[in-house]
C-alpha cells in the first residue's frame, strides 16, 4: 500500500520523461499507473464486501506517533477505486485535451501527485498521515488551478482556492489534534472502535466545530462555496477530477469517517443537515443563472456536495445508504459531464450555453454520452442516478424533528433546478437550431470520448442492474452509518412520496428549461442586491483588510528607520523579561560585594567610564581610543578569570579592530549632533532600561544551576581522546570542529565582502 | 561567589551604552555600539558561568585531567568563537559603512542622513 502511494509520487516526477519519450501517446502510458492502481485496489473487494477492514501500517516517526498506517474499508475503499478509476480517464483525457499545451510535461507532474494525495488522503489510517496528504491535496490543486499562470483570472482563483481551503485546514489541524487527545489515539481505526462516545466529552463542541471549518471549506458548503465555482480557471481535466469527483470530497469524505463516532448528536445531525440542504439549494440555485457550461455544472457540484452533508447530518441508515449511492452517481455523471463540456470546448471553441445549438450532426458521440450522463444528473429511470435520488428524497423525508420539514422541500427545490440544469447542458447545446462557431464543429478523438463512455454507460448499466453496486456501496454506508444498513438498492420503489417528488420535479423541471433565458434574466435582475452581500464579497473584504492590515503594520513596524527596530527590539526584549519577572514574583538577591579584589575594582570602574565616555564624546578620535580602553579592559577582566585563551584573543582583535576603525572612520565625517535634547533624554531611559534589566538578569541567574555543566565531559576527556591539554583549543578544534569549520566559512565570506566592496569602489572611479 | 555582581554591573552599563549609541543617528556611533554591543555579551556569557580566579582549564603536562577544579571551558570557547565572528561583522560593517558614505557623496549630509536613518 505504502509503495502503491509512493509510486505515484515517483512516475509523477518521471512523468515529464515519460511525455517526451512518448510524445502524444503520452496520456495512455502514464494512465496505465492509475489503470493498475484501480486492479490493486479493486483486489481488496472481497474482503471489504465481506465486512472486513484492512489495515496496513509502516513505521514513520513511532515517537510521535506518526506512522504510515493505512485503512481500507467500505468508505476508503469507494474513494479509492473512484479516483484511481477516473483518475485513468483524466490523464488519458488529458494528454490529447492539452496535446498542444507546452507545459503538458507539468500537468502529469502536478495531477499524478494530485492523484496520490487524494489517495493518501482517503486511505490514511494514522490522523497526522491524512491531514498531511488533506494539504498536499490544497497545494496540488492550487498549482492545477492556476495551470494557466499567464491568466490573472486562474491565478486569483487558485490563490482564493488555497486561501480558503488552507484557512479550513489550519482549523482541521486543531481539531484533529484536539480529536486524538479527546479519543486518546491518533488512529482513526482506533477511535472508531473506541467504546466510550465522545458526545459527552469536554471537547467535543470545539472539536466538531474546527473540524467542520475544515471539511466545510475543502467541500465547498455554504457560505464558503464561492471558490469552487472560481476554480473552473482550471483546465477541464482538472475540473472534472478534482472539482468533480475527488478534491472536493475529501471534506465529504472525512465527514463519512467521523460520523459513526461524531454524529447522533444535536449538534451534529442540525449543522450538516441545515447547511448542507443550504448549499444543496443555493448551488442549484446558482446553476440556473450561470451560462458558462463548466460554470453550470460547478454549481451542480456545489449542489451535489451539499446533498452528501445533509445525508450524512441526517445519519439513518437511510441516509447512510443514500450518500453512499449518490456518492458514487455523482461522480460517475460529473466526471462524465465535464469531460464532455470540455469535448464542446475542444471541437467548438465555445463555452457558452445560449451559443450553443444543433451540435447533435457534428458531434453525435458526444451528444449521446451527454444526454445519458444529463439523464442521470436530472435522476431520471433507469439510470443510476434515479437510484440515488429515490433514496435521497426518501432519507431527507425520514430526518428527524423539524428538519424532516425543511430538508424535503430544500430537496425537492434543488431537483426541480437540478432536471433543468441537466436539461441546459444535456440536451441545449445538441439540438435545436444549428448554430455558427468559432472552429468547425468536430467530434473529439477517442482518447477524449472513452472517459464519458465508459463513465456514462457505466451509470446506465449500474441503474438497470443495482445488485452489481450493492456490495460496494452497502459496504461504504456501512462504514459511513458504523453498522450494516441491511437494505438493497433498488431501481423500482414503488408508487411513493419520493416518486411523486421525482414527478413534479421532472415536469417543473422541464418547465423552467423551457423558459431559461426569460428566468434566468428575471432572477439576475432579482438577485443583484443580494449579490452584494455573498460571501464572496466578504472573502473579498476580508483579502483586502489583510492587505491594509500589512501596509499599516510595515509602516509602523518596518518604517525604515533602524533607531525605531532598536528600539522595539530592546524594549520588547526588557518588558518580556520584567514581565517574566513579575509573573514569577520577583527574584532574590543574594549578591556579596566583598570578595572583589582591588585591581577588579580598578577595571571595572575604568571600562565602565570608558564605555560611558565613548557614548557622549563628540570627537571620534577620543571614541575610538576609549573604545580600545574598554576592549583591552575586557581581556584583562578575561585573563584574571582564568580565561587566558580569550584575553588573547580579544587582545589581537582589539588591536586589528582600533587599526580597522582609525582608517576608515577618519575618512568619514565628524560627528555631528542630529538629533534634539528631547530625543536624547528618551534615548537615555530606554538604554538604562536596557542596562538594569540585563544587570538584573545576570543577578537573577547567579547561583543558579539546573544541570550539571556538560564541560565535565570535555574536561575528562581532552587528553585521553583527543590528546590535547589546552581543553578550550581542543573544544574548539576537536569536540565542535564542525561549528569552527563553519565560524571559518563566515568569515571567509565577510572577507568576500570586504575584498568585492573595495574592489568595486576602484572600479568605480576608473569608469 | 567572586565578582560575578561587579560584572553584572558593567553589563548593564556597556549594555545600556551599547543602546544609546545604536539609537544615534550617525552611522559611525552604530559601528561603535555594535562593538560596545558584542563585549557586553560576550561578558554576560562569561559572567554567567561563574568566575574563577587563577584556575585556566589547562592539563598539567604528564597528566590526563587538570589539577582540581578549573574554569568552565565550554562558555570560554563560545565567547572565542563569539569574538572571531563579531571581529568578522565589524569589518564587512565598516567598509559597507564607509562604501555607503562614498555613494552618498560627501557634500551632502542630508542624504547620509536618509542612507543612515
Sequence with gaps: MLFAILSIFVVAALAPVVHRATGRHSGWVLALLPAALFVYFASFLPAVVGGESVRLAWQWMPGLDVQFSFLIDGLSLMFALLIAGIGVFVVSYAGRYLEAHRDLGRFYVLILSFMGSMLGLVLADNIILMFIFWELTSITSYLLIGYNHEDLKARKAALQGLIVTVGGGLALLAGLVLLAMAAGSWELSEILAGEDSLHEHALYLPLVILILLGTFTKSAQFPFHFWLPNAMAAPTPVSAYLHSATMVKAGVYLMARLNPELGGTELWTWTLGLFGAVTMFTGAWMAIQSTEIKKLLAYSTVMALGTLTMLIGIGTPYAAMAGAAFLLAHSLYKGALFMLAGSIDHGTGEKEVPNMGGLRHAMPLTAAFSVIAALSLAGLPPLFGFVGKELMLEAALGAPDALAVVLPLLALGSAILVVAVAAIVGLRPFFGARREFKRTPHESPGAMLAGPAVLSVLGLVLGLFPALAQPLVAATAMSIHGADPGMELKLWHGINLPLGMSLLSLAAGLVIYRFWDSVRAGIGRGMAPAMRIAPERGYERFMDGLVWFSDFQTRVLQNGHLRTYVMVTMLTTVALVVGTFAALGGFEVSVRFDDILIHEWVIVALVALAAMFVATTNSRLAAVASLGIVGFGVALIYVFFSAPDLGITQVLVETLTVILLVLVLFRLPGFLKFSNPLTRVRDVIASLAVGVTMTAVLMATLGVQYFPAISEYHIAESEPSAYGRNIVNVILVDFRALDTLGELFVLALAAVGVYAMIKFRAEDRKS | ?117
Excluded: C, W
Aim: charged share 15%.
Design chain 2, 1 to 117: 561567589m567572586t565578582a560575578e555582581p561587579l560584572l553584572a554591573i558593567l553589563v548593564g552599563v556597556l549594555f545600556a551604552t551599547a543602546t544609546y549609541l545604536m539609537l544615534r543617528r550617525s552611522l559611525v556611533k552604530l559601528v561603535i555600539g555594535l562593538i560596545l554591543l558584542s563585549n557586553a555579551a560576550n561578558l554576560l556569557i562569561f559572567a554567567t558561568s561563574g568566575l574563577t580566579r587563577g584556575a585556566p582549564p589547562l592539563i598539567p603536562e604528564g597528566m590526563l585531567t587538570p589539577e582540581g577544579a578549573v574554569a568552565d571551558p565550554l562558555p570560554q570557547a563560545l565567547i572565542l568563537t563569539a569574538i572571531v565572528i563579531s571581529f568578522g561583522v565589524l569589518a564587512f560593517a565598516v567598509v559597507l559603512i564607509h562604501r555607503a558614505y562614498e555613494v552618498v557623496g560627501a557634500d551632502d549630509l542630508d542624504e547620509m542622513k536618509d542612507t543612515d536613518t
